[in-house]
């Protein structure tokens, strides 16, 4: 089992930005498929971003030019520089990883961009 821990979401003024970062409880070089995705209340949880083991990424257009992932395989991190937030960024992010053939959440963290 792997167990993923988000951190970095808080409340941001339109334009800020934030860097949410992903904790797994193995080290990453053992897990593939990272990524985070986002949900807000009565729709589906969409895909943001992700990153393959060696460093190829993909994003959403709604985010494509603010947002950047990486793998931080030395301090065994995912991390998401989010700029240029906008209020249609708010959402609870998760992140996601693949370990022995099975997908892992985690718990979420809120990101609220609101003046």
């Known amino acids: 089992q792997v167990q993923l821990v988000e951190s970095g979401g808080g409340l941001v003024q339109p334009g800020g930005s934030l860097r949410l970062s992903c904790a797994p409880s193995r080290d990453i070089a053992v897990i593939s498929g990272m990524g985070w995705y986002r949900q807000t209340p009565g729709k589906q949880r969409e895909w943001v971003a992700s990153?393959?083991?060696?460093?190829?990424?993909a994003y959403a257009d709604s985010v494509k030019g603010r947002f950047t992932i990486w793998r931080d395989n030395a301090n065994s991190r995912l991390t998401l520089q989010m700029n240029s937030l906008k209020p249609e960024d708010t959402a609870v992010y998760y992140c996601?990883?693949?370990?022995?053939?099975?997908?892992?959440w985690g718990q979420g963290t809120q990101v609220t961009v609101s003046s």
């Open positions: 996601k990883g693949r370990y022995r053939e099975r997908n892992y």
């Open positions: 990153v393959v083991s060696g460093g190829a990424t």
